[in-house]
């Protein structure tokens, strides 16, 4: 029997918040240069990074590690991928320079936590990533930051609706498989997929 797909919105976002940094040669290093490309390396950010993960014990990964600006993220002030051994920064963050050294730990610290954690899957911001911000010299790190950064707006381009209980459901883009009201297959199957309850579209723009 398929699995039931709740109709859900998700987001990530993951930053520092507002505290002093303490790379004081950051603004000679050029982060404050004009004309940042989507995927430009900060060499400089990157051998702080590298250096940190060596001393706290994460020698094997730090050589790996690349640290970049990406013009790309709007509302997120940071994104670390340990797949790829990258940390992504916000440009934007050049007008907070204060913030550039937290973002740059909180990001190391999911790096950090997952090197520890192995191959066991772990909770983004759990008590392993809680531990590397520790060790990190960020122990009071929060997952969101409060930057004034601009917040994306989506307009629902399509509308779907429940052929059982009418109850309609926007979405930005439009499904490619096929999806039940959670609502109505938990009251009348137990919670499993029912095509009876399949979302049916109802208008686009």
């Known amino acids: 029997m398929p699995l039931l797909r709740q109709v859900e919105f998700a987001f990530r976002i993951v930053a520092g918040i507002a505290d002093p940094g303490r790379l004081g040669a950051l603004q000679d290093a050029g982060v404050t240069a004009p004309g940042y490309n989507d995927a430009e390396q900060n060499l400089d950010l990157e051998t702080t990074a590298r250096e940190l993960l060596r001393s706290l014990g994460a020698a094997r990964i730090a050589s790996e590690l690349r640290v970049e600006w990406n013009s790309r993220l709007k509302t997120?002030?940071?994104?670390?991928?340990?797949?790829?051994?990258?940390?992504?920064?916000?440009?934007?963050?050049?007008?907070?320079?204060?913030?550039?050294?937290?973002?740059?730990?909180?990001?190391?610290?999911?790096?950090?936590?997952?090197?520890?954690?192995?191959?066991?899957?772990i909770s983004p911001h759990g008590a392993e990533w809680r531990q590397a911000c520790f060790d990190l010299g960020i122990?009071?790190?929060?997952?969101?930051?409060?930057?004034?950064?601009?917040?994306?707006?989506?307009?629902?381009?399509?509308?779907?609706?429940?052929?059982?209980?009418?109850?309609?459901?926007p979405r930005v883009r439009r499904m490619r498989r096929a999806v039940a009201c959670l609502a109505c297959c938990r009251k009348h199957n137990g919670g499993g997929f029912d095509p009876r309850f399949r979302l049916q579209p109802l208008s686009s723009s």
């Not at 940390?87 to 907070?96: A, F, G, R």
């Not at 930051?145 to 109850?167: G, M, S």
């Open 139 to 169: 122990a009071d790190e929060k997952r969101c930051h409060n930057l004034p950064f601009p917040v994306r707006t989506y307009t629902a381009r399509f509308i779907y609706r429940c052929p059982n209980c009418l109850q309609e459901f």
């Open 76 to 121: 997120a002030a940071g994104r670390a991928d340990y797949r790829e051994k990258l940390i992504s920064l916000n440009p934007q963050l050049v007008d907070h320079p204060t913030e550039i050294d937290r973002t740059l730990r909180h990001e190391l610290a999911h790096i950090l936590a997952q090197f520890r954690a192995g191959r066991r899957r």
